[in-house]
């Protein structure tokens, strides 16, 4: 994948704006108002978005999934790092698109079907150790906090997170201090992780929705893989084994005020 892809997906409603227009690869929005001879009124504008392509209502989990995430998790078992991200307004669909719903298996998230896939493809793999490890951060006005402490207790109605810390490493590169690492030996194992850092995530009601995050979160994957019995074996010219390489899955929140213009009230 040589470049960033950007994807739109629409969430379903009760009908849509006569002032939104969609296709294949673009979305368009009329504003304002045509002038008229007895009121001054903003001139009307049309404002067009392009993208790699717009997902309609239609469009079901697998559909995005194996658009948008698959081609990144086969990079990824490649030995390169990746990363997907989900970004809109408060209730446009990000977490259910990340992480899914749980009232039916086709509904599955992005993230659990990384998952499956990933642990399915791995399992092919003859004459190789491998081995997964996830990590589950939140960042919280601006405060970074980690979802899979030993120390949490999800459900609980006082849960204290360590914090997080994000700085320079040694050779430049971006360092995560203080966040731990989970061994995930099998799928089962990764997507208990995943539940037990979903049910700490910081939640407030807005009127669009009931139980909507108000944090950012990202969910990593990391994946160790060498040829059994060999230390060093180059897979590729510029990438000696073990081979470390890591995905990032991630919800992005635009606003973290529980006040909003989505018409939520209340503080956290």
């Known amino acids: ?158 849960v204290t997170l360590p914090k997080v810390s994000v700085g320079e490493g040694p050779g430049g590169e971006v360092a995560v201090r203080n966040l731990s690492s989970h061994l995930a030996a099998n799928e089962e194992v990764a997507l208990s992780l995943l539940f037990q850092g979903s049910t700490c995530r910081k939640v407030a009601e807005t009127s669009m929705n009931q139980c909507s995050s108000r944090s950012h979160s990202i969910f990593s994957i990391t994946l160790t893989t060498r040829v059994s019995g060999s230390e060093v074996v180059t897979r590729s010219a510029s990438a000696p084994t073990p081979i470390l390489c890591g995905c990032g899955l991630t919800d992005i929140t635009p606003t973290q005020q529980v006040q909003d213009e989505s018409g939520g009230s209340g503080g956290l």
């Open 1 to 158: 994948m040589s470049r960033i892809q950007i994807y739109a997906r629409i969430r379903p409603g009760h009908q849509r704006c006569e002032r939104f227009e969609a296709s294949a690869n673009s979305i368009s929005l009329k504003t304002g108002y045509e002038r008229d001879a007895l009121f001054s009124k903003s001139p009307a504008a049309k404002h067009e978005f392009t993208f790699d392509q717009v997902f309609e209502e239609s469009a079901s989990q697998e559909d995005v999934f194996h658009k948008v995430a698959l081609p990144v998790v086969d990079q990824f078992l490649l030995g390169y790092n990746g990363t997907v991200f989900a970004y809109g307004q408060t209730s446009s669909g990000k977490t259910y698109t990340m992480e899914g719903s749980a009232r039916k298996y086709a509904e599955r998230g992005m993230i659990p079907r990384v998952l499956s896939y990933m642990f399915e493809e791995l399992e092919k793999r003859t004459g190789e150790e491998w081995s997964v490890h996830v990590s589950y951060m939140e960042i919280y006005q601006d405060v970074g906090f980690d979802l899979l402490n030993p120390g949490s207790r999800p459900g609980s109605l006082m």
